[in-house]
């Protein structure tokens, strides 16, 4: 190929690959202030519910426009209930919750330990070596995350709100690493794609609806106008959009590369939650997102794309 044509390709390349980046950053970033719009009227339970089952449904019907089979082998759908369950199900039940008791931005900067978690899970059930600098990096994101948190938890009269919000996102981060985990076993047995993304996350779907009936909860959804364009923008943009941009620059630029969307998102949030919500900064939160966000570089920085 000509260095010309060559050249032009590869620009091209780069710069759609910097279009997905920027546009997962986005609409991940304000998503989570579109969760709040779900709060209120319909159990959490039920509005994961509704949100992910209506995700599976529009990959779904996807499919069936491309001709792309939804058969999946009966052993695999174990593995893929497993990974809808921990990533889309249980997991943002507990984001759901968090969002009752805390700001949006805090609960995305807590999301932000992902990574680092990740980074040790992969350690200890695939045997991934962890450098000095990974663990490093991750003493650092877990302090940065901390130190974002320490303001909140200095306001005595709303101490105990901060206590479960970050008990709930601890709960939700860790089931999403989880979920994460089952990803890695499944992408590698060649579980990836748009069927499987409709299973995973119509499992999810499920589960949260079972937790739903099982707590009691009334199923109903809310009609007014808030409440149904949230629920259209994190299906929609929030789950089917950017978890297949997402899956797009991991198949092009490797998991690591596009981790640092996790690293971006939850600061975009904190930004969104400021201008939306009243969210008041503290020198040490600036510090936390600071440290935080050095501890992520250094970690993904150390894994091999």
């Given at each position: 190929?000509?260095?010309?044509?060559?050249?032009?390709?590869?620009?091209?390349?780069?710069?759609?690959?910097?279009?997905?980046?920027?546009?997962?950053?986005?609409?991940?970033?304000?998503?989570?202030?579109?969760?709040?719009?779900?709060?209120?009227?319909?159990?959490?339970?039920?509005?994961?519910?509704?949100?992910?089952?209506?995700?599976?449904?529009?990959?779904?019907?996807?499919?069936?426009?491309?001709?792309?089979?939804?058969?999946?082998?009966?052993?695999?759908?174990?593995?893929?209930?497993?990974?809808?369950?921990?990533?889309?199900?249980?997991?943002?039940?507990?984001?759901?919750?968090?969002?009752?008791?805390?700001a949006s931005g805090?609960?995305?900067?807590?999301?932000?330990?992902?990574?680092?978690?990740?980074?040790?899970?992969?350690?200890?059930?695939?045997?991934?070596?962890?450098?000095?600098?990974?663990?490093?990096?991750?003493?650092?994101?877990?302090?940065?995350?901390?130190?974002?948190?320490?303001?909140?938890?200095?306001?005595?009269?709303?101490?105990?709100?901060?206590?479960?919000?970050?008990?709930?996102?601890?709960?939700?981060?860790?089931?999403?690493?989880?979920?994460?985990?089952?990803?890695?076993?499944?992408?590698?047995?060649?579980?990836?794609?748009?069927?499987?993304?409709?299973?995973?996350?119509?499992?999810?779907?499920?589960?949260?609806?079972?937790?739903?009936?099982?707590?009691?909860?009334?199923?109903?959804?809310?009609?007014?106008?808030?409440?149904?364009?949230?629920?259209?923008?994190?299906?929609?943009?929030?789950?089917?959009?950017?978890f297949a941009g997402?899956?797009?620059?991991?198949?092009?630029?490797?998991?690591?590369?596009?981790?640092?969307?996790?690293?971006?998102?939850?600061?975009?949030?904190?930004?969104?939650?400021?201008?939306?919500?009243?969210?008041?900064?503290?020198?040490?939160?600036?510090?936390?997102?600071?440290?935080?966000?050095?501890?992520?570089?250094?970690?993904?920085?150390?894994?091999?794309?």
């Amino acid at each position: 190929m000509p260095y010309a044509k060559f050249a032009a390709a590869y620009h091209g390349a780069l710069l759609n690959n910097l279009s997905i980046f920027a546009a997962c950053v986005l609409i991940w970033g304000t998503t989570w202030l579109a969760i709040t719009f779900q709060l209120g009227s319909v159990a959490p339970e039920v509005s994961v519910s509704h949100r992910f089952l209506l995700a599976a449904l529009v990959i779904a019907a996807w499919c069936r426009l491309r001709g792309l089979s939804l058969r999946i082998r009966a052993a695999d759908h174990r593995w893929l209930a497993a990974m809808g369950v921990a990533m889309y199900g249980i997991s943002y039940i507990c984001v759901y919750h968090a969002e009752l008791h805390v700001a949006s931005g805090l609960v995305a900067i807590g999301y932000s330990a992902s990574p680092l978690l990740s980074t040790l899970g992969m350690r200890l059930f695939f045997g991934t070596p962890v450098t000095p600098r990974m663990a490093l990096g991750s003493a650092f994101g877990i302090l940065g995350i901390s130190l974002v948190y320490w303001p909140e938890f200095k306001l005595t009269s709303a101490s105990s709100d901060v206590l479960l919000g970050a008990m709930f996102t601890a709960l939700a981060v860790l089931l999403s690493m989880s979920g994460g985990l089952i990803a890695h076993r499944n992408h590698a047995r060649g579980l990836h794609g748009w069927p499987t993304m409709a299973w995973s996350m119509g499992y999810g779907g499920l589960a949260s609806l079972v937790v739903a009936l099982a707590l009691g909860r009334p199923y109903t959804i809310d009609f007014a106008a808030p409440y149904l364009l949230s629920l259209a923008y994190l299906s929609i943009l929030g789950s089917v959009i950017t978890f297949a941009g997402w899956l797009t620059l991991v198949g092009r630029i490797g998991v690591a590369r596009a981790s640092y969307v996790g690293v971006m998102a939850p600061v975009v949030a904190l930004f969104v939650s400021t201008a939306f919500e009243g969210f008041a900064w503290h020198w040490l939160t600036a510090a936390g997102v600071a440290v935080s966000i050095a501890g992520n570089v250094l970690v993904l920085g150390g894994r091999k794309a």
